[in-house]
């Protein structure tokens, strides 16, 4: 079965401070996809990253970057220089294809990150 | 390009009573997906539509229904409401590419409060 797991339920930071969100997950699927969404107040989650599980390279993105490794089953999420705008709840997520083609997401608990000025 | 819209966005229901939320996916999405975010229990995974059909549905009792449209909007019913069926209901679309799972872009939510 499919499990993901976000250990930190809240992070609390200071403007500026960089700032990692970690992810574990479980899977014996050898071809998976691994995501990033962020969940503002408002309630929508926001796309982040997708990343498939043959590429292994860092992604960076602005102020975003992230760290999959494999061999330890972690993909996390590093915000540098944070932001008041990026409070939010952060949540991984790991895919599951259907039959029929289907993406069925196993999202992990969340993390609430606070920052504060 | 609109994004997925969902209405309503709050409502209150009464023990027993019966809900429909509504989902407008992304133009040329042809994929649906319901999750449920219940306090506690984190983002479940509800339905799965694909070209007005269901395809996949999550472990939740048959009360949770839905359907998908023509124009490939969906409705999500939920009968017979019960307090823990209080939730953010979010709608997801996809474009469906075969074999690759592909980004998911949600909705704001339907918040559902069942007294």
């Known amino acids: 079965a499919q499990k993901v797991t976000q250990a930190q339920t809240e992070i609390s930071v200071v403007e500026k401070e960089d700032v990692t969100l970690d992810c574990v997950y479980e899977?014996?699927?050898?071809?998976?996809?691994l995501f990033w969404y962020k969940q503002p107040p408002s309630g929508e989650l926001v796309f982040l990253i997708r990343?498939?599980?043959?590429?292994?390279q860092n992604e960076i993105s602005g102020r975003y970057s992230w760290n999959f490794q494999k061999s330890t089953s972690s993909f996390n999420f590093t915000i540098t220089a944070s932001q008041v705008v990026d409070s939010a709840v952060y949540f991984c997520?790991?895919?599951?294809?259907?039959?029929?083609?289907?993406?069925?997401?196993?999202f992990g608990t969340g993390t609430q990150l606070k920052v504060e000025l | 390009e609109a994004g997925v819209t969902q209405s309503p966005t709050h409502l209150i229901k009464t023990r027993g009573q019966q809900v429909t939320l509504r989902c407008s996916p992304i133009?040329?999405?042809?994929?649906v997906y319901w999750y449920q975010q219940a306090l506690g229990l984190g983002l479940q995974f509800l339905l799965w539509?694909?070209?007005?059909?269901?395809?996949n549905r999550g472990n939740f009792p048959p009360r949770f229904s839905g359907r998908q449209f023509p124009n490939y909007s969906s409705e999500l019913n939920v009968n017979a409401l019960e307090l823990e069926d209080s939730a953010l209901y979010l709608c997801?679309?996809?474009?469906?590419?075969?074999?690759?799972?592909?980004?998911?872009?949600f909705g704001e939510g339907s918040r559902l409060t069942v007294l």
């Open positions: 133009s040329g999405h042809t994929s």
């Open positions: 997520a790991l895919s599951e294809i259907l039959t029929g083609g289907g993406n069925k997401l196993t």
């Open positions: 997801a679309s996809s474009a469906g590419t075969p074999g690759v799972a592909g980004e998911l872009f």
């Open positions: 539509y694909d070209e007005g059909e269901e395809r």
């Open positions: 899977t014996r699927d050898t071809t998976y996809y």
């Open positions: 990343r498939n599980s043959f590429d292994e």
